[in-house]
């Protein structure tokens, strides 16, 4: 066997770069916070694997909010601008955020997409992050509530198997339990889960296909504005 | 507004490491990949989003094709040994690698994790990718096929959101297939999704928990084994 020695000075030398970016960050996340808050914005950001339902819960959230106050969305990928055309279907002003390589969301990018948007005009961003339930977590934002998505299909221990996410996250919401009993998911064991690696943590069931659930999804976000209202 | 400017300096920096751990990556992958050439086994490895179905998938692979050659699996995650203890009921050796924060395996991870298993012993190494449909892309792990999995319930359009992967995978498997109908799964409108993204990319749809299509995958892992035998 001979394969190269392991390159420690290149990880190290990674992290030291890392470390650096996620400094900067958190800079631009903080600033961007700041903004939000003298134009009384509230921010609310989403993370979820892929398929766990991101957009057809935002999609919902926005069809019934708008009417209540104004909102807008931002939306990263990868590719495709498939997830603000779906929105667009809410009518409300919606903006893609296309990653390239990158596998989740950073502050400048966000802020890169707000450039030409009045913040005054607006009560609640919503901000979903490209598909990956591990880098995101690391990102900062400038968000106030960051919720993170899991779907029934996807099995009770995912909290368990990427605690990082749920650790930095304000809300775990259960999605596609209209698909629960099909797929025979355990709420108990999931809260559970949840529970392990963060006690305490509020979680909400819903299904945004049928609807369930969505009311007591909206009232949590409503006191949490009021409560963290700027 | 006074964020603090662009860090494109350190933006450059982190892609010139990035790039040079790729090219480290890739050069224990080679080293990985003749290994297995001179003992002898074929390596497969899964990537999928969290939740995809990759492990029950491989449950059920390893234990049809135990009877029948020597197999044996790595798993990577996050945190947890849940799908070593899994895999475990299928009777075979299995191995948990646990990145801790890393959201994709690397070639020395599993250069690692084979330190005290006897190559000779084996037929076919299974290597299960940290649930992301992002990073893991950029990782050769000297495999001979790679397979892409992404579940009826994450939707049709996920080729599109997420190419990469599709571009580095050998084989497409459309999973858990019964609950098609049940979340109104258009397969005309996913083959194409991923036949856009790349062209007579091989596609399998299958049900690990029916077993539906699981004799069409193995048939196909044993006429591409045969056809790489090294």
């Known amino acids: ?5 392991p ?3 290149s990880q190290t030398r990674m992290v030291e770069v890392r470390t650096k970016i996620l400094k900067q960050n958190d800079l631009v996340a903080r600033a961007l916070r700041e903004r939000f808050q003298r134009h009384g914005v509230y921010v609310v950001s989403l993370v979820s694997s892929p398929g766990a339902g991101k957009t057809l819960f935002l999609e919902q ?3 019934r909010l708008r009417t209540q106050c104004r909102v807008a969305a931002l939306v990263g990928d990868l590719a495709t601008d498939n997830d603000a055309a779906r929105l667009a279907r809410a009518m409300v002003p919606v903006k893609q ?3 390239g390589t990158v596998c989740h969301l950073e502050a400048q990018m966000v802020e890169e997409a707000l ?3 009045n913040l005054d005009d607006l009560d609640i961003l919503f901000v979903e992050n490209v598909g990956n339930l591990v880098c995101p977590a690391s990102y900062d934002l400038g968000e106030d509530l960051r ?11 995912k909290p368990r198997k990427y605690p990082t996410i749920f650790h930095t996250a304000d809300l775990a919401v259960i999605s596609k339990i209209e698909l629960a009993a099909a797929v025979e998911f355990d709420l108990e064991a999931a809260r559970q889960s949840i529970h392990a690696v963060r006690p305490g943590m509020p979680i909400l069931e819903l299904s945004a296909k049928t609807g369930q659930g969505m009311e007591a999804w909206l009232n949590f976000l409503e006191t949490r504005r009021a409560a963290g209202t700027h």
């Open 115 to 117: 450039a030409d948007w």
């Open 97 to 99: 955020i296309v990653t």
């Open 147 to 157: 919720l993170v998505l899991f779907s029934v299909t996807e099995g009770e221990d």
């Open 61 to 63: 959230t926005l069809s």
């Open 1 to 5: 066997m001979s394969t190269p020695p």
């Open 7 to 9: 390159s420690a000075k």
